[in-house]
DNA sequence: CGGTTACTTGAGTAGCATCAATCTAGGTGG
DNA sequence: CCACCTAGATTGATGCTACTCAAGTAACCG
C-alpha cells in the first residue's frame, strides 16, 4: 500500500519509497536491476551541468548540494539534500543534467538508470506514482521557496532555513533540536539570499535572545516555539526585526 | 520522433507535443479519451489550492497565473502561464492541487484525466517523454526564476521578465517586440519580489532610455539587444542602475 | 605552526519599500 | 452621452533593511 497520509516532509517518504519500489518491482517484474550504489566525499561532485543524462540518483546517507552558475560565472544553490531525497530530476528536460551537485560529507548514492527508469514506470504502479509524486513535490517546494525569497525579511529567511532544517531531520529519525549544519555559512546566505555577514549577525542576535545556541557547525534549537513565530509574517512588523541590529546598543539581553 | 533540438522555449513545444501524443496515444493504443475542453474568462478560476486532483490541464490559449497564499493571507504568484503550459503537475504531490489558477483573459484548456494519464504513460513512450521533460522543465525554470529572485537587482528583474514574455511570444509565434501584457503592473511586482512602485518607476526609466514604449498593457521594444544588457549582471553595477532614481534629476533624456 | 578558509563584528550607505498624493482609463448607471 | 466611480498606474519624499567594505578572530589542514 503505498496510501500513506502525507505530511509536510513526505518527500523523504516518497524517496524511501521510491527505492522500495525498485527493489520490489524489479523483482516482481523480473526487470534486471543495474542501479549501482557508490560512495561520494565531502566536497566531491556527483554530475556537473551540461553532463548528459544517466538517470536519477537517490540518496541513501549524507548531505549534497545543487547550483547553478550565470553567464558572469557566480554560483546560486538552489536546494541541499538529503537522504531519501531524489538528485537530477532536471536532467529529462533537455537530456543533460542542469545543475552542479557537489557533496557536503561523506555520502552513498544510487543510481537508477534511465533505462530501468522507464521500464519501472511503465511496469509498476508504484513507481510510477512515487516518482510522479517525487516531481510534484520538488514543484510545491520551489514555490514555497520563491514565496519565501520575495516576501520573507532577512530574519525570517534564517528562521525557516532552521526550521525546514530541523523538520527534515525529525522525519528522518533525527532529533530535531540537535542539528549538525553540513553547510557553511556562506552556503546558507547564498541560498537563501542574502549577505554571509546578515546571516552571521541574525544567528548571533538569535542566540542573544536564547532562541537557539551555535558553535561552528553545531546547532541547538531552545525555543522552537519562538523559532516558529519568528518565522511566521505578523510577529516580526514591531520589535524582533527592527531590533536585529540594534539590540546590542540598547544593550539587553534578556 | 520527438527527438527535436531542443532551445530554451522549449516547454511551449513539449506542451505543444504533449497535446499531439495524447491524440497520437489515445487512437493508436485505443485509449478512450476523456480529456474534456473548456473555455474560461478573465478572472475566472480553473481550481485553487487544496482541490482533489483530477488531472493535468493544458493551456490551449489566453494566459493565466498560478499563486500560493500565505497563512497570514497574502497571496504570491508563482508563474504566468502560455498556450501550450502544462497547469496542475504540483497535484500530483498529495493529491490535490497546491496553487491557485486564475486566467487573465479568455482562454480554453484540455483536461487530461488522471486515470488516461497513467494509461498514457504506461502505453504511449513519447507521452511518457513528454510529461517528464515538461514536469523537468518546471524545475529547470524554478530554478533559474530563483536564482534571479536572489541576485537581481530590481531593474535587472523587470528587463528579465519582459524578455522572457518576449521569448515565450516568440516561440508562440507571435511578435517578439509587440505585445501585449495580460497581467497588471502589480502582478508584475508580486511575481518578481518587488514593489508596484519599482515596477512603475523601472519601466520609466526604460522608455526615458527609449528602450521600450509602454501605453497600459501595450509593449513595444524598441532595443532589444540594449534590454538583453540591462538583464545581465555585470551591466548594471555603474551607470544605469544608480540612475534609475536619479535621472529624472540630471534632466537626461539623450 | 604557518597559511588558508570560515566566521564575526562594526561603520557607512545604497537600493528599494513605504507612505501619500495625483492621474488615467474603463465600466456603470442615471 | 456624460458624470461618476473604482481599479490601476504614476510620481515624489522619506526612512529602513540589508549590502558593502573593512578589520579582526577562530577553526582547520597539511
Not at 519501472?120 to 520551489?142: I, N, P
Not at 554571509?196 to 525555543?223: A, G
Amino acid at each position: 500500500m503505498t496510501n500513506t497520509i502525507y505530511t509536510r516532509q513526505h518527500i523523504i517518504k516518497a524517496g524511501a519509497t521510491l527505492e522500495a519500489c525498485i527493489t520490489n518491482a524489479s523483482t516482481r517484474y523480473n526487470i534486471k536491476q543495474t542501479n549501482s550504489h557508490r560512495i561520494f566525499h565531502t566536497k566531491e561532485s556527483l554530475f556537473s551541468a551540461g553532463e548528459e543524462f544517466e538517470g536519477l540518483y537517490i540518496l541513501r546517507s549524507g548531505s549534497a548540494k545543487s547550483f547553478i552558475t550565470s553567464l558572469d560565472g557566480d554560483e546560486h544553490i538552489t536546494k541541499f539534500f538529503y537522504p531519501g531525497d531524489l538528485l537530477g530530476a532536471d536532467g529529462f528536460d533537455e537530456h543533460k543534467y542542469n545543475e552542479n551537485i557537489l557533496f557536503l560529507e561523506t555520502s552513498s548514492v544510487c543510481l537508477v538508470k534511465e533505462s530501468d527508469l522507464h521500464n519501472l514506470v511503465k511496469t509498476s504502479d508504484d513507481f510510477r506514482s512515487c516518482l510522479l509524486r517525487s516531481m510534484s513535490h520538488a514543484l510545491v517546494k520551489d514555490n514555497s521557496q520563491m514565496m519565501c525569497l520575495n516576501t520573507c525579511s532577512s530574519e525570517q529567511k534564517v528562521a525557516r532555513f532552521i526550521i525546514e532544517l530541523s523538520e527534515q531531520f525529525h522525519s528522518l529519525g533525527l532529533s530535531c533540536t540537535k542539528l549538525r549544519l553540513s553547510m557553511t555559512r556562506t552556503d546558507i546566505a547564498n541560498y537563501m539570499g542574502m549577505a554571509i555577514e546578515t546571516v552571521s549577525r541574525i544567528l548571533t542576535s538569535f542566540q542573544n535572545k536564547q532562541v537557539l545556541s551555535i558553535k561552528n557547525r553545531q546547532l541547538t534549537i531552545l525555543k522552537l516555539d519562538t523559532l516558529y513565530s519568528l518565522a511566521s509574517k505578523e510577529q516580526c512588523s514591531n520589535d524582533f526585526c527592527a531590533n536585529t541590529y540594534t539590540e546590542k546598543n540598547i544593550g539587553a539581553v534578556y
